[in-house]
T-cell receptor
């Protein structure tokens, strides 16, 4: 049981380059999300999805795109990387509570450390 | 807007001491959930507890205990007889719906041998 798998674990980009952070879960979770963690800032929500074909913005969506074509995968795309996107990125998933989404307990991936020069 | 405040940026104690991590939250929701996550030096995030806003009973799990007080909007976490393995960053978080968790900035707990 792999849980939530993120790749790559480390990546260095130059300003303006594009890349995709991959996230896959094998728990058949409906809900998936991306957070970024910056020193002294806690974790902030970038985008989330409540099911295949459905995505929505979180607190800090600018500069990032997502799509959800399957239940298992939720890739995060940086179209033109900027130094401000240097961060540790966490993907998380959970079952979607049928009536109370606030009850969801997130399972996190191991994180992807991105440096933009 | 929701907000979670963890005023203690870093706490350092000697092994076997008890330590309390504070968490204060703000929300306009009447139904919400509070969480604690642990982030050890290896970097992963580990779920510790979830508490419903309607359940104000304190919870104990081994050396860990949680005190939820709705009157003061606090959800504090106490480790009894701390151990070096408890060294980590601890995050308190608040959820009110599908748009994810609002995290505090975390408290870095250092347990010295």
């Amino acid at each position: 049981n792999a849980g939530v798998t993120q790749t790559p674990k480390f990546q260095v980009l130059k300003t303006g380059q594009s890349m995709t952070l991959q996230c896959a879960q094998d728990m058949n979770h409906e809900y998936m999300s991306w957070y970024r963690q910056d020193p002294g800032m806690g974790l902030r929500l970038i985008h989330y999805s409540v099911g295949a074909g459905i995505t929505d913005q979180g607190e800090v969506p600018n500069g990032y795109n997502v799509s959800r074509s399957t239940t298992e995968d939720f890739p995060l795309r940086l179209l033109s990387a900027a130094p401000s996107q240097t961060s540790v990125y966490f993907c998380a998933s959970s079952y979607a509570h049928p009536t109370d989404s606030g009850a969801n307990v997130l399972t996190f991936g191991a994180g992807s450390r991105l440096t933009v020069l | 807007a929701q907000k979670v405040t963890q005023a203690q940026t870093e706490i350092s104690v000697v092994e076997k001491e008890d330590v309390t991590l504070d968490c204060v939250y703000e929300t306009r929701d009447t139904t919400y959930y509070l969480f604690w996550y642990k982030q050890p030096p290896s970097g992963e995030l580990v779920f510790l507890i979830r508490r419903n806003s309607f359940d104000e009973q304190n919870e104990i799990s081994g050396r860990y205990s949680w005190n939820f007080q709705k009157s003061t909007s606090s959800f504090n976490f106490t480790i009894t007889a701390s151990q070096v393995v408890d060294s980590a960053v601890y995050f308190c978080a608040l959820s009110g719906g599908a748009d994810g968790l609002t995290f505090g900035k975390g408290t870095h707990l250092i347990i010295q041998p």
